[in-house]
T-cell receptor, first 113, second 110 residues
């Protein structure tokens, strides 16, 4: 049973380009969470999704950021027109109803140059 | 909203015991979690408390007092590999998301 899979592990984008981060949850998990972590800081909640639904996006910046979790395929976090301040590690976690623990992926480290 | 505080850094000696404190103020509460994160790696689950008291799991124990908004993680018989960041997180009443503190970076010295 593979864990939470994120790709790519490292992503370099120039300012103004788009970044797409993918997350495949653990088998059987229907809940996906995205977090952002700046160097030397804690994890900041961005968005919580279930299949085809955004449940809570209170941590998502209003502009340039979007997330989806389609019926088939991985969850995607999309950042348009990236800026240097978007450079961070983006972690995805998955869980299922009744499960206390959320399992994290290895993260995608985005560098904007 | 949620506000979670924990010390930024701690240093301890190999073989010793260390206690990492976490205080929280939340509008809703449905459990407190501790995660370990080594540099450049994913957070890994350590413990979960939803009722008051102590939960013991090997060398690690976690305590919760809901009335005081307080938890601690206790690490015994410290090993060099325990050098990592320890993240305290609170789950909201709806049980949807975890709100994390800034993490405590623990350095274990010989």
């Amino acid at each position: 049973n593979a864990g939470v899979m994120q790709n790519p592990r490292h992503l370099v984008r120039r300012r103004g380009q788009e970044a797409r981060l993918r997350c495949s949850p653990m088998k059987g998990h229907s809940h996906v969470y995205w977090y952002r972590q700046l160097p030397e800081e804690g994890l900041k909640f961005m968005v919580y999704l279930q299949k085809e639904n955004i449940i809570d996006e209170s941590g998502m910046p209003k502009e340039r950021f979007s997330a989806e979790f389609p019926k088939e395929g991985p969850s995607i976090l999309r950042i348009q027109q990236v800026v240097r301040g978007d450079s961070a590690a983006y972690f995805c976690a998955s869980s299922s109803p009744g499960l206390n623990e959320a399992f994290f992926g290895q993260g995608t480290r985005l560098t904007v140059v | 909203g949620q506000n979670i505080d924990q010390p930024t850094e701690m240093t301890a000696t190999e073989g010793a015991i260390v206690q990492i404190n976490c205080t929280y103020q939340t509008s809703g509460f449905n459990g407190l979690f501790w995660y370990q994160q080594h540099a450049g790696e994913a957070p890994t689950f350590l413990s979960y408390n939803v009722l008051d008291g102590l939960e013991e799991k090997g060398r690690f124990s976690s305590f919760l007092s809901r009335s005081k908004g307080y938890s601690y993680l206790l690490l015994k018989e410290l090993q060099m590999k325990d050098s990592a960041s320890y993240l305290c997180a609170v789950r909201d009443r709806a049980g949807n998301m975890l709100t994390f503190g800034g993490g405590t970076r623990l350095m274990v010295k010989p």
